[in-house]
């Protein structure tokens, strides 16, 4: 891959992987073909990891990582922003290779689509360098192929996701976007199927997303319990966050282990992130807000 300072030297291009958040997550069922059948809302942080690359002529997709959780990830051709090129690739017929670094920030396997949005990001950064336009439609259907979020993390916009995640819709939500949100981790990764497969398969209801405060009073993590199941660490997130002040919610995110608060003041929200800081100086915390469409 070419070193760095070169990257500076030619075009580069950048992409933000936008932290995805389930500020609700349903499940309604488990389908036949072995996937559950969801309801739920993601928002879009506006930080996250970080992609850089450049256009090579050699078609090769050279990748390197770095970050505070880059550690954690090969860059090999199992890496979901190696997958996303080279399908990319594939699907154009694209003679052009790239280079790319990604400089991961967020942590790996924590509930907040990081792989898949690093997935996201690719596709969105390669159209750009090769100067090629894909109508959405087809860009859906190839991030799909990559994973079940990684559509919805392709606009990072707040969107209604049902089905395995394959149908989005727009979904904007008087009050939401803007408000400042609290990531936390507690440094530990959770695989997204123990956790499902802890779920006792009941169906609690519909999402209901019409509001905001219909999705603080009654929106819900279905697999909030099975997760503290997996890592009992999570409890211990969640009624840290539970006790800040100024804190409209706190809930997990996707399968975990990450959790959330959203606050109706940046002020509330920093003081809070103060505060666990200090009282826990091992977990991720991240201060951010809701990005806007």
């Known amino acids: 891959m070419?070193?760095?300072?070169?990257?500076?030297?030619?075009?580069?291009l950048t992409e933000i992987a936008y932290a995805k958040v389930n500020v609700a997550l349903h499940v309604r069922a488990r389908?036949?073909?072995?996937?559950?059948?969801?309801e739920s809302l993601f928002v879009?942080?506006?930080?996250?990891d970080r992609l850089t690359g450049c256009a090579t002529d050699?078609?090769?997709?050279?990748?390197?990582?770095?970050?505070?959780?880059?550690?954690?990830?090969?860059?090999?051709?199992?890496n979901l922003v190696v997958k996303a090129a080279r399908a990319l690739q594939s699907y154009l017929g694209e003679q052009r290779g790239a280079a790319i670094r990604l400089t991961k920030r967020l942590p790996v396997a924590s509930g907040i689509g990081g792989g898949s949005a690093d997935a996201a990001a690719t596709l969105r950064l390669l159209a750009r360098l090769w100067e090629v336009r894909i109508e959405g439609d087809?860009?859906?259907?190839?991030?799909?192929?990559?994973?079940?979020?990684v559509p919805a993390c392709v606009a990072s916009v707040t969107?209604?996701?049902?089905?395995r995640g394959e149908h989005l819709a727009r979904h904007a939500v008087q009050g939401l976007e803007g408000l400042a949100m609290l990531l936390v981790n507690p440094g530990v990764a959770v695989p997204t199927g123990r956790v499902f497969g802890h779920w006792d398969g009941v169906d609690r209801g519909a999402l209901d997303a019409g509001s905001l405060a219909a999705l603080i009073g009654q929106g819900r993590?279905?697999?909030?319990?099975?997760?503290?199941?997996?890592?009992?660490?999570?409890?211990?997130?969640?009624?840290?966050?539970?006790?800040?002040?100024g804190r409209l919610v706190a809930r997990m995110s996707g399968s975990g282990a990450t959790c959330f608060a959203l606050f109706g003041d940046d002020a509330a929200?920093?003081?809070?992130?103060?505060?666990?800081?200090?009282a826990h100086p091992g977990w991720w915390v991240m201060q951010t807000r809701i990005r806007r469409g």
């Open 269 to 278: 929200c920093a003081g809070a992130a103060a505060a666990l800081k200090a």
């Open 221 to 245: 993590n279905d697999l909030q319990g099975p997760a503290v199941a997996v890592a009992p660490e999570i409890a211990g997130v969640l009624e840290a966050l539970d006790g800040q002040a």
């Open 58 to 78: 050699d078609g090769a997709i050279d990748l390197a990582i770095d970050g505070p959780f880059g550690g954690a990830l090969g860059a090999g051709p199992d």
């Open 44 to 48: 879009f942080a506006q930080d996250g």
């Open 2 to 12: 070419p070193h760095p300072e070169g990257l500076a030297q030619a075009e580069t």
């Open 31 to 38: 389908r036949e073909d072995g996937y559950h059948a969801l």
């Open 138 to 149: 087809e860009l859906a259907g190839l991030a799909l192929d990559l994973g079940s979020d």
């Open 159 to 163: 969107q209604l996701v049902t089905g």
